[in-house]
């Protein structure tokens, strides 16, 4: 965590005798030896101090979040997140009336988990005010205080305690915490799809999170948040032939409907289009990849769906090895267009479209074979008879 750009913004904010340290996820990932990305520093100062500090120094800064404290400092388009120490005077909902402090244990108490409540000096040297080390260690996902309270304070902290579940535990979930949470499920739509979304891709993207999503089914979270149907075996099956966290093909295996819940799903969620039409070609597909026995008949689905999501039916279809298959497929492009047809004195309307497919078919059924000339004859033929 010490690059020049990450000195740099900590020589700024230090300049006139503050403290900072590196906080949250940065530091929980640190210490479990996993790849750290985004870096957030907790300062002893307020926001308007840690803004005159960093434009002392010429770095830019976004005053993203000032009113709860938070500074973000671009160095050589590398993003900080820069938080001023601060206890919740109030809270309702996602937000909280915050008054800032000096007090490290304090800041600590409003966090969400123990292991998200660790300090980190520049040195390395941890501070760690409520057990956040040991539970890391041992896999343990622990709300700081009381879970219900916690939870109150912001729903979303239902669906991020079975996401760090998936991610970092690996003892039996805590009761309380389950309880709460299963108390708290009629309180998840009040959360924006966005949050949702971002919980549960982030879930799924977790090498194993079946046990967590169980838990949810369990507590009755699962089905508040993918209301038409779950199916935690298809996921399963999914897993054990394809390990890779993608977490839009896990979707398309978890949740149940076709064409009408992904159409619900997307608008609730806030899909993008491309994630909206990769999960349409997934849950209501165009044909069954499972039928393509032979190298021809997969040439012709690869054409037809084009090889990612023939991969990806493939392999939700628990065919691994046609999977492969269609990777290894090059099909060429359809050598004619509406010009050909128009050539041989056909109006323009449907009829043209209708023997370019016709033709296109009679292509695939011969595995691609025939070159441009047999298919303007076969063209030929057609538009006579």
């Not at 400092?73 to 009336?97: M, Q």
């Not at 038409?228 to 977490?247: H, Y």
Request: proline share 4%.
């Amino acid at each position: 965590m010490q690059a020049a750009e990450t000195a740099a913004v900590l020589a700024a904010l230090t300049e006139t005798g503050a403290t900072a340290r590196f906080v949250g996820g940065c530091v929980r990932d640190a210490v479990v030896g996993r790849d750290v990305y985004d870096i957030d520093i907790a300062v002893d100062r307020t926001p308007d101090d840690n803004l005159a500090a960093l434009a002392a120094a010429d770095i830019h800064t976004i005053p993203t979040g000032l009113r709860h404290g938070t500074v973000i400092a671009v160095v050589a388009s590398r993003h900080f997140e820069i938080t001023s120490l601060r206890v919740d005077v109030e809270t309702y909902g996602r937000h909280a009336k915050v008054a800032f402090t000096d007090d490290w244990a304090g800041d600590a108490q409003r966090r969400d988990f123990t292991m998200n409540a660790l300090f980190a000096d520049p040195d390395g040297a941890l501070y760690d005010p409520v057990g956040g080390l040991a539970d890391l260690q041992a896999g343990n996902v622990r709300f700081v205080g009381a879970p219900a309270q916690r939870i109150a304070e912001d729903y979303l902290r239902v669906l991020r305690f079975f996401r760090f579940h998936a991610w970092y535990g690996r003892t039996e979930p805590d009761a309380a915490a389950l309880a709460a949470c299963a108390g708290a499920a009629d309180r998840l739509g009040t959360l924006s799809g966005e949050r949702i979304r971002s919980e549960m891709l982030r879930l799924l993207m977790a090498d194993a999170p079946l046990e967590s999503l169980r838990l949810m089914q369990e507590s009755g979270v699962l089905s508040r948040v993918l209301p038409d149907g779950t199916d935690i075996g298809a996921l399963a099956r999914l897993i054990a032939e394809d390990a890779a966290p993608d977490p839009l093909r896990r979707l398309a295996a978890l949740m149940q409907g076709g064409a009408d819940a992904v159409s619900r799903l997307a608008r609730h969620w806030h899909l993008s289009n491309a994630q909206r039409d990769r999960l349409m070609a997934m849950r209501a597909p165009a044909l069954d990849i499972a039928a393509a026995g032979d190298a021809g008949r997969l040439r012709a689905a690869v054409y037809r769906l084009g090889t990612a999501t023939a991969v990806d039916l493939a392999l939700l279809a628990g065919r691994p090895n046609l999977a492969d298959s269609a990777k290894g497929i090059e099909v060429p492009a359809f050598p004619l267009a509406g010009r050909d047809v128009l050539a041989l004195a056909v109006e323009p309307g449907p009829r043209v479209g209708a023997l370019l497919r016709d033709v296109e078919a009679w292509w695939l059924e011969r595995d691609c074979a025939p070159g441009r000339g047999a298919l303007l004859a076969e063209l030929a033929r057609r538009v006579k008879t």
